[in-house]
């Protein structure tokens, strides 16, 4: 299976900032990984796909890079609304693979 | 305006076997490039893929639990089933199914998911 390691475990940051989550796969996955949000108790909200390609209706704060083996999600401004634990999702290879998630909570 | 709603029982005894049903809408699961996707999430933990079925009635598991997971289409019912034979506590979660779309230049990916259903294994 490919392992994907989310960096870092949790973060703490403040409305406006800057704040990028890393996501390193264990072999090359090309292109083929996804974001995800997901806030308690709710299901999980597809944020970016294809590394880089933003979900319709997703603000444009949000945004996605990379290839292979190393990706980042940016949120650029933080609102309030984007407190919540992302994940990052493989799908170049089965069984398909999900990072551990990092958690982004208000400082 | 794609929705999917995950229903089934809440608790299950050891042993049992959970049958899961995703009912969607939007989309139809014999349309070149769709496919529908099960995911569990454990309390307090990650998600998990478990298994995925496409429309042209390809199947994919994930390798530790396919010989306990049966994932079935209806396509008059858009509906899709997910079985799991002899639970165990371990697999107590919210059970998520998911919507996968295809485009040339990215493959499949997921983009809509239901709200999810939470399962308990306990006697």
């Known amino acids: 299976d490919i392992l994907l390691t989310q960096s870092p475990p949790s973060l703490s940051a403040s409305v406006g900032d800057r704040v990028t989550i890393t996501c390193r796969a264990s072999l090359g996955i090309a292109t083929y990984l996804s974001w995800f949000q997901q806030k308690p108790g709710k299901a999980p909200k597809s944020l970016i796909y294809?590394?880089?390609h933003l979900q319709s209706g997703v603000p444009s704060r949000f945004s996605g890079s990379g290839a292979g083996t190393e990706f980042t999600l940016t949120i650029t401004g933080l609102q309030p609304e984007d407190f919540a634990t992302y994940y990052c999702?493989?799908?170049?290879?089965?069984?398909?693979?999900f990072g551990q998630g990092t958690n982004l909570d208000i400082k | 305006q794609i929705t999917l709603r995950e229903s089934g029982p809440t608790l299950v005894k050891p042993t049992q076997t959970l049958t899961l049903t995703c009912t969607f809408s939007?989309?139809?699961?014999?349309?070149?490039?769709?496919?529908v996707g099960w995911i569990r999430q454990p309390p307090g933990k990650a998600l998990e893929w478990l298994a995925l079925i496409y429309w042209n009635d390809d199947e994919r598991y994930r390798p530790s639990l396919k010989n306990r997971l049966t994932i079935a289409k209806d396509t008059s019912k858009n509906q899709v089933v997910l079985t799991m034979t002899n639970m165990d506590p371990v697999d107590t979660a919210t059970y998520y199914c998911?919507?996968?779309?295809?485009?040339?230049?990215?493959?499949?990916?997921?983009?809509?998911w239901g709200q999810g259903t939470l399962v308990t294994v306990s006697s």
């Open positions: 998911a919507h996968e779309s295809y485009s040339y230049t990215v493959g499949y990916h997921f983009d809509s």
């Open positions: 939007g989309f139809s699961l014999s349309s070149s490039g769709v496919g």
């Open positions: 294809g590394a880089s």
């Open positions: 999702q493989q799908y170049n290879t089965y069984p398909y693979t």
